[in-house]
DNA sequence: AGGCAAGATGACACCGGTTACCATTCCGGG
DNA sequence: CCCGGAATGGTAACCGGTGTCATCTTGCCT
């Protein structure tokens, strides 16, 4: 310690005069304890600057302090918004975040996945949409011994715990605002098949024309991949449709963008002959022309929470959350001309 | 290990016969071992499905395997396309990503990332833009033993390694294929004071001017946040200005959205009024109308030598690198209007 | 056959914490 | 005045690896 090593436990005991065990009673804030030795091992430890061995600590407690952040990349601002929300629980604790993009088609993914968490003995991991949709990976996490949470759209689920977001509802709550807006002529671009997101915001279009009054009419309906040239295919056919829609619900933004220049690209002008509402507030959002009408989840938050699930015992920790979506009012919704007229 | 608990190099050893001493030697490909012996340990190792424990291993080599990426979010996109890029060189070693968003603006920064990296016991960390430009901070994570890498744009450093794209250059090509379109009037929307990447650009934004035989106008000049917002208001300045720009360079992505709903609201045509070039080429730059001639720079294949630079010893990885930029030409950009007339 | 260097393996302490368990001190109550 | 129990601190072993150094084989040379 005196040679520009790191000072250790033992070099606070003998400075102050106690056992390692007094020391790490106190670092472990024993209660019984008395407070002249507290203080005085205390004071030590500040005038070393000692910091406990996490490593250390980790082999002797068998277990450490590394949560583990598995996704595949679905949009950029969703995965470091998630990861802000994360720190914002564990800023002040001693766990650490470790971070693994990983390729949902890779044939190896489940087992580059469980190497990734043996290797660094993850003490709990989150999933984030699309894998966290992966029954398989989450029973594999749990199976290696580490709690799991999932993030994703509302969904009960047995063993791992879940935070989600109200799709359904939300997107629901979009369309009942076109309706509000007078139209009734409603396209829709749904997510690709097989995405437990892409369902969710499907039945909440399917439930708000209804609650509209409105028929859905497969003509104008189309699915994309989530990516931005599906949509501007979708858009397309939507658009080429014998009837066309005067407004269009798409499952995320980046399709909401892709629209948008199909729409362009035609002639036509949004919000004027079309009004467009996307899902997810990404950045880009607020910054195509017009702004983006578009439903926001609140991420951090959900990730935040989600990451207190991880690292706090206890049941109620097991129940899942369900966060509530606002829709963001801007420019590319719009009533449906020559409806005031009516 | 019978019971459930996960095998150690202890079983290992008992089952094969011989000493930790051995099974250690294998998992290390040691050199000096018989053919033989190695191939039994080997057998009961895949046998067992033994892992071997980082966190022993760590208290033992008195290091560990964990890389920090220490940040302030300028740009998902970007952070994102450097965790990929990280991993990609991590991928299949045994060092894992740790990530810490923090706040630039907290007066307590440097103590908090500093009480990261001791309670961690970082092996190396990596700095981005624009914490990047922080030489105390650069400094004193140096001085807490870990190696550093710094991303950033170009500028010889004494210490810390460091990984650059080459802004300057980049820059003065763009404005030379302005010029080349036959633009003489072009604007300039500088990043913010302080900033090193802002001042890069600048300089680039001079010497292009130079190269193509025009005088910057200070009036078509005007600085932002690298914000949207700020890229509208600069752009307000700049279209009412007497002689206002044919084109405009701004010198990132946000603020050229900024800049194009600028144009918009005073009912101009983009590009055929007014032709705009961006940086970083992010998500948004592919999705706005008209898509957006941008610069691109190498995320990734940055942050992957980054990393490697950061785990592989040797004085080769001391040296700067410096990566080109390539213009990516899309719609935004177009001839000046009247020019092939001339 | 003897000597010896090189190769292969093992014994043991140690990294920096933790726990199990024991020893001491200090009480109050009978 | 003695004893039991709480409060406090110490000792040793352990977590699962690694380094050092000693030991035991070999093969080869003279």
């Known amino acids: 310690m005196a040679n520009g090593q790191k000072p250790t436990i033992n070099d606070v005991a003998r400075l102050s005069g106690v056992s390692k065990k007094t020391v790490s009673r106190v670092i472990n804030k024993s209660p019984l304890l008395n407070d002249a030795t507290r203080g005085k091992v205390e004071a030590v430890i500040a005038q070393l600057g000692y910091v406990p061995n996490l490593q250390a600590r980790a082999l002797a407690l068998r277990r450490n302090f ?3 952040l598995i996704h595949d990349n ?30 949902r088609h890779s044939p190896t993914l489940l087992d580059d996945i469980r190497g990734f968490i043996e290797q660094q003995r993850l003490y709990g991991v989150m999933l984030l949409p699309p894998i966290s949709e992966n029954d398989n990976l989450a029973r594999m996490c749990l199976d290696l011994g580490c709690t799991v949470v999932r993030m994703g759209s509302a969904r009960l689920d047995e063993d791992a715990r879940l935070v989600a977001s109200n ?12 309706a ?20 969710e915001r499907q039945d909440g279009f399917v439930e708000g024309m209804a609650r509209a009054g409105l028929k859905p009419d497969p003509a104008i309906m189309a699915r994309g991949t989530y990516r931005f040239e599906s949509g501007r295919a ?23 963008a892709g629209l948008l220049h199909a729409a362009r690209e035609r002639g036509l002008d949004v919000p004027q002959d079309l ?32 990451a207190r699930k991880l690292i706090e015992p206890g049941s109620a920790a097991a129940a899942p959350s369900l966060f509530p979506s606002d829709l963001i009012r801007r420019a590319s919704a719009v009533p449906r001309p020559g409806k005031d007229a009516q």
């Open 66 to 68: 590394l949560l583990g």
């Open 74 to 103: 679905p949009n950029a601002q969703m995965v470091l918004g998630v990861q802000e929300g994360i720190l914002d629980t564990i800023r002040a604790t001693e766990f650490a975040l470790v971070v693994r993009p990983v390729d």
């Open 167 to 178: 799709d359904r509802q939300a997107v629901s709550e979009a369309v009942a605002w076109l």
């Open 180 to 199: 509000e807006l007078g139209h009734t002529r409603i396209g829709f671009i749904a997510g690709p098949e097989g995405f437990r997101s892409a369902r």
């Open 234 to 256: 979708a858009g397309e056919q939507l658009l080429s449709a014998k009837e066309p829609p005067t407004a269009v619900f798409s499952s995320n933004d980046e399709m909401a």
């Open 275 to 306: 009004s467009i509402i996307g899902f997810d507030d990404t950045a880009t959002a607020a910054h195509i022309w017009p702004p983006l009408t578009t439903v926001r989840w609140p991420i951090r938050t959900m990730a935040s929470t989600a």
